[in-house]
């Protein structure tokens, strides 16, 4: 083989390996949808909390009615299951309203928050929330590492949690219960920066905003939504201060 010859395979192949990995002209007006439709859906569970926290009537019926409360309960799966596993099934607007009440609901199942915890701590552990989700997102966003093998391990970790936290419920173990929000604060930790670089690849190369793209862009707001909500609960356990 002559030197040109390699040579021009070396120029083909570089040029293949540009192309994937150079994100298309939309990618960044994607990326700030996932930004924005997160933060919409944080402020409504937080509005949404807030009021139904302040509303005795409401927050009685809430969680003195166990039909209701299981019924939302299973209400917030089915939406998370639906708009994952129906995703290119639904419209994009069907998929937003899903998300929309999705976010209703969690802030609603959340309002007792604000009953247990002081405003203050709340407001000190949300900050705390923020300032590692966001060095996190950045590092998950920025790396270099392929973070795929870290996130079937911490996808595995999660079961075990799930796993304990319902064993838990019947135990009723504080010390149990401590080590679950330690062990759950590293694995969302560990899953904001994985989920960051996933959402960064899945969108890296979409030619458009089209209406698939744009729903691409809606999960990937839906998982990071999924990851600050889940810190932020843990890192409460373990920070928050409770009312006498």
Do not use: C, H
Not at 71 to 93: C, D, R
Not at 198 to 208: A, H, P, R, T, V
């Amino acid at each position: 083989m002559e030197y040109k010859d390699f040579d021009r395979m070396v120029n083909e192949a570089e040029g293949t390996y540009t192309r994937r990995f150079t994100p298309s002209v939309t990618f960044p007006a994607l990326m700030r949808k996932v930004y924005t439709w997160m933060m919409l859906a944080m402020l409504i569970t937080g509005v949404t909390s807030y009021g139904v926290a302040t509303s005795p009537a409401i927050l009685e019926t809430l969680f003195t009615n166990r039909l209701l409360f299981w019924g939302l309960v299973a209400a917030e799966f089915g939406l998370v299951f639906g708009i994952s596993g129906m995703l290119q099934k639904l419209s994009l607007m069907t998929a937003t309203l899903m998300f929309i009440a999705y976010s209703v609901i969690n802030g609603a199942l959340l309002s007792s928050i604000f009953i247990i915890y002081t405003m203050e701590s709340i407001g000190q552990v949300f900050f705390i929330t923020a300032g590692t989700f966001g060095a996190m997102a950045l590092i998950g966003y920025t790396t270099k590492k392929d973070l795929t093998g870290l996130g079937q391990i911490l996808f595995m970790a999660l079961i075990g949690l799930l796993i304990a936290t319902v064993v838990n419920i019947f135990v009723g173990s504080s010390g149990l219960q401590t080590i679950i929000s330690y062990v759950g604060v590293l694995i969302f930790v560990g899953l904001t920066a994985y989920d960051s670089q996933k959402i960064k690849m899945m969108l890296y190369e979409q030619d458009n905003t089209s209406e698939s793209a744009q729903k691409l862009a809606l999960l990937g707001s839906l998982t990071l939504y999924l990851d600050f909500i889940n810190l932020f609960i843990y890192l409460l356990r373990i920070f928050g201060n409770r009312r006498d």
